[in-house]
Every structure is written in structure tokens, then in C-alpha cells.
């Protein structure tokens, strides 16, 4: 999204522009499958709130939208119950972070502000549960200065509100592409970016396409590599920009998704306990794997999504989806108590994608450790004029790791260009 941003921003306004991509498709951590009519989300699928920039993308684009909504449900000490309907249900964690956005104290990771404020277990373990999961943090490296800031952000665009694009998410990088391309922009597609060169006074691109090298010259480039990309250092940077250093201090974080496919939705059949009256929208179940579900509400669909963010997402790396969906039938048999085998006969299919080994992305998304706050805003700095670095990572305004923030930085960095 960053890049399609920035690309269809700079063609627009008249330059002339050409965009590389290394995938067969466009949207990089919005991938979008579908299968017997059910749209199948393997990246991002919310839309968090009313981010202004994004929206007004949807609504050019003309795309329908629907808000998340349907009870939530709690799977705690082997009883399934409903809590009130809320779009974060694990609220009790949050006056923990709300004292967060007014606190003064040193940048240090979220594990010693618990231990400083001697926070209670209960309170704690469910904290740690929302800041990994939803943050695909590591709680004992995220900063708290970070945290805050999300806090603040969310609040200021209704964050708590969910929304999903009915037909795929996919759409929206689509008509991004369609834009640039309308505009006169050339698309690179299956080319992998290899070594840039650059000076103050213009930049070299050697990139590989069907195995034959592509040389482009340009006075300026935006660089909109994933983070994980750039700290793998698989692309070479001749010399190396104070982006690329500052990018080190950041830390991609990691969470594993899945979508199961079922013939019919077994948890609203008669019986099934306090869901036996409907449906649910999210069901927490902290001690299993994976604590997090939810189902696409009030959308008619049979599929059911399961989420693991944080270090607890290391344990499933590896995993096929298949086996994803294996494991999962177990746990959702203890919390439904429906007998394993009756669940694995109604699974048609599970879909997941493995971010964390795609080489064009190693990893979900990024998130801020402690005292590395200044890295974000220092990497959105031009180097000499010539390079601009945009993607979720670069964002500065609290909302790191979302769609918003790589369209809102592709944006921002098409201007600095245009003002450079
Ligand atoms: C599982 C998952 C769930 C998520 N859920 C949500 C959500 O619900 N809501 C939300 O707002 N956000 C969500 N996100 C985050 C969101 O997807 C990202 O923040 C956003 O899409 C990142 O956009 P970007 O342009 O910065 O990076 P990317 O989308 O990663 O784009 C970078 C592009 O660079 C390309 N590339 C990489 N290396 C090379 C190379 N060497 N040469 C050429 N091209 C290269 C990639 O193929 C990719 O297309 C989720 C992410 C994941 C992984």
C-alpha cells in the first residue's frame, strides 16, 4: 500500500514513475484468496477504525464496507460464557494501557512497567495476552512510550471499531494499481530489487526479472521494502542510508493466522452452549492454541479465523495450514464440547500464509521497542534529496503495523519528493 501510494500520488501529480515489485500480484500484507464464494483474508482484513486517508480511498474506490458486530465470547476455567458485546473484549487489560498515554516516565519495555506497578497476575497475564496479540510484540522489548501513543491514536479514529471490505481487501491495492497505471505509471511485476546505488544526485536500481537483470535510473526513489527486508539486508544499499541504520533499532514482530473453512457453522448448532441463541463475533480463550477467534459477523459466511501474535507465534512456525487446521479442531472441541472427529469432518479447508518465511517480508509487522521511538521519524528523513523510505514502519503517528499507516507514509513521502 505504501508504495501503490506513493506510486499513483507521483504520477498524478506528472512524474514520471516506475514501480517494482517482486510478487506475481500487488497488495504485499493484504492477500486476499477466494474459495466457493467465501473471500478469504491471509494478511490484513480490518480496517481499524476511521483512519481518514484510507477511507476516503474505500469510498473513491466505491468499494462496500460492513462493521464488525456479535457477541463475545470468553473460554476461561473450562466454561464458555458471553461477555458484553464490545470490539475489544479483553477490556480489563486496558486501564493498564490507558495509564500508559499519560505516563511521563523513561521508554521501557511494557514486562518493567508491569513489574514498576506491581500490576496484579490476572490483570497482567491478560494484558500481556492483548499487547502480544495485538501487537505481535514480544511485551518484554515493546516500549511503553510506543504504547501510549497507540493508545492516544486509536482513540482519535474510533480504533475500536472494526470494519472489513465485503468483497477482499485485495480490492483496494487493486485500484491503487489501476490509478498509476491510468496515470501513465509503469509496473515492474515479478522483479526482485536487488542493490540500489544512489548520491545526492541520482539513484541506480539493479533488480532481477525472470532471471535477467533490470537496470533503472531515476533522480529519486521511494524505498518501501518491508522492515523484516531490510534488516534481513537481502537488498543492497551502495552506500548504506541513516534510514537503513535506524531501521535496525525497530523490531518486526510475528503472528500466525489462519481461516477455517467448515461445511456449516457446528458452534450455533442446538446444544453448544451459551452460543446455542447465535453467533459470536470474537471468542478469547487465553490458555489455548490459539487464544484468539473470530468470525466475519455479521457477514453470512462458515469460516472461523484463529490468531496468535507475539513469541507464543513462534511455536506454530513451520506449521502448514493443514496442520494449522489440525490442531485447531482440538482446541475448538475443548471449547465447544463437540467431539473432535465431528469438527475435522466438517472442515472443508484452512487457509493460512506464512509471513514470517515469505523472503519479502520475514514477518507480520513492525512494532517499537523501548527508547526507539526517534528511529520511525528519523527513517522518514530524505537521504540527500534522493531516497525516501515509506511502509508501515515509517509511521509516526502511533498506528504502526496497520494499512492506514503504510498508505498514510506512501503519501507522505510522494510529497516530500514533490517538495524535494
Ligand atoms: C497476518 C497479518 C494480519 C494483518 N492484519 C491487519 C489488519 O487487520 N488491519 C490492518 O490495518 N493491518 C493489518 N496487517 C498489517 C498490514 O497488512 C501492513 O501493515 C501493511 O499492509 C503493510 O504495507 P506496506 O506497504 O508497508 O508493506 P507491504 O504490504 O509488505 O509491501 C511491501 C512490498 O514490497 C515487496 N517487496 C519485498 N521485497 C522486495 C524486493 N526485494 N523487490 C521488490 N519488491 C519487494 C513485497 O512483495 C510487497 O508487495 C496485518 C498483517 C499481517 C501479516
Known sequence: MAGLAAARNLADAGRTVALLE??????????TV??????????????????????????????????????????????LRATPAVANPQDESVPVLDGLESYLGPDIPFSEYLDQNHVPEELRRSAIGYVEGFNAADHRVIGVHSLGMQQTAEEEIEGDRLFRIRDGY?????????????????????????????????????????GQPVKLTARQAVITLPLGVLQQGSVEFVPVPAA????????????????MLFREKFWVTPGNGPVEDGDFSFLFSLESMPPVWWTPLPHISNTITGWIGGRRAAQLAKLTAASLGEMAC???????SVPAESIRDGLLGTYSHDWQ????????????????????????????????????????????????????????AAQQVLEG
Open 34 to 79: 477466494r474459495d466457493g464464494g467465501e473471500v478469504l483474508e491471509l494478511g490484513a482484513e480490518f480496517i481499524h477504525g476511521r483512519p481518514p486517508e484510507l477511507w476516503s480511498l474505500i469510498e473513491e474506490a466505491g468499494l462496500e464496507t460492513y462493521e464488525l458486530e456479535g457477541r463475545t465470547l470468553q473460554f476461561e476455567d473450562g466454561q
Open 170 to 210: 485485495d480490492l483496494l491495492p487493486q485500484y491503487l494499481c489501476e490509478r498509476f497505471l491510468a496515470a501513465g505509471g509503469r509496473l515492474h511485476m515479478n522483479c526482485l530489487l536487488e542493490r540500489v546505488e544512489w548520491n545526492a544526485r541520482r539513484v541506480e536500481i539493479f533488480a532481477s526479472a525472470a
Open 244 to 259: 537503513v541504520l535506524e531501521s535496525r533499532r525497530l523490531r518486526m514482530g510475528n503472528a500466525r493466522r489462519f481461516t
Open 357 to 412: 518465511r515469505d523472503g519479502l517480508s520475514f514477518g507480520s509487522y513492525s512494532y517499537v521497542p523501548a527508547r526507539a521511538l526517534d528511529a520511525c521519524s528519523k527513517m522518514t528523513l530524505p537521504s540527500e534529496n534522493t531516497l525516501y523510505f515509506a511502509g508501515e514502519h515509517t509511521d509516526t503517528s502511533g498506528h504502526w503495523g496497520t494499512v492506514h499507516a503504510a498508505l498514510r507514509s506512501g503519501i507522505r
Open 330 to 336: 482440538d482446541s475448538l472441541a475443548g471449547i465447544f
Open 22 to 31: 517482486a510478487r506475481s500480484r500487488v497488495g504485499g500484507r493484504i492477500f
